[in-house]
């Protein structure tokens, strides 16, 4: 698999990865049309949903994940809702999409 990790959709060169990171308050206008112009590929961020951040995994088109960051950074709010599980199974991979200091909260995990 090839993964790419970059700050900004523009990086990154179309037809080159097979799963591409996108930081915490991407645009997303920006990931969909990276999203669009490489749908075999898994394309994954967290783009702003008003004070809240949304994780997203999208392949073929679909956001496969529904996942809200949890904690609170002082950048943006934090759900709290530690029941959601942002990983989503392909046939030979498994993609976690967890967000900032989530990944240090040992309540979250996929």
């Known amino acids: 698999m090839r993964i790419a990790c970059a ?24 990931l969909l049309a990276l999203a669009s112009r490489n749908s075999s590929s898994i394309i994954v961020g967290a783009v702003s949903e008003g004070s809240f951040m949304r994780g997203v995994a999208i392949h073929a088109g679909e956001n496969r994940i529904a996942y809200r960051k949890i904690g609170f950074d002082g950048r943006s709010r934090g759900s709290n809702d530690i029941s959601q599980c942002p990983v989503f199974h392909f046939p030979d991979v498994s993609v976690a999409v967890l967000i900032c200091l989530d990944v240090d909260d040992t309540t979250v995990r996929p």
């Open 7 to 30: 700050s900004h959709a523009a990086d990154l060169q179309d037809g080159t990865f097979d799963l591409a990171v996108l930081p915490e308050g991407t645009n997303a206008t920006e």
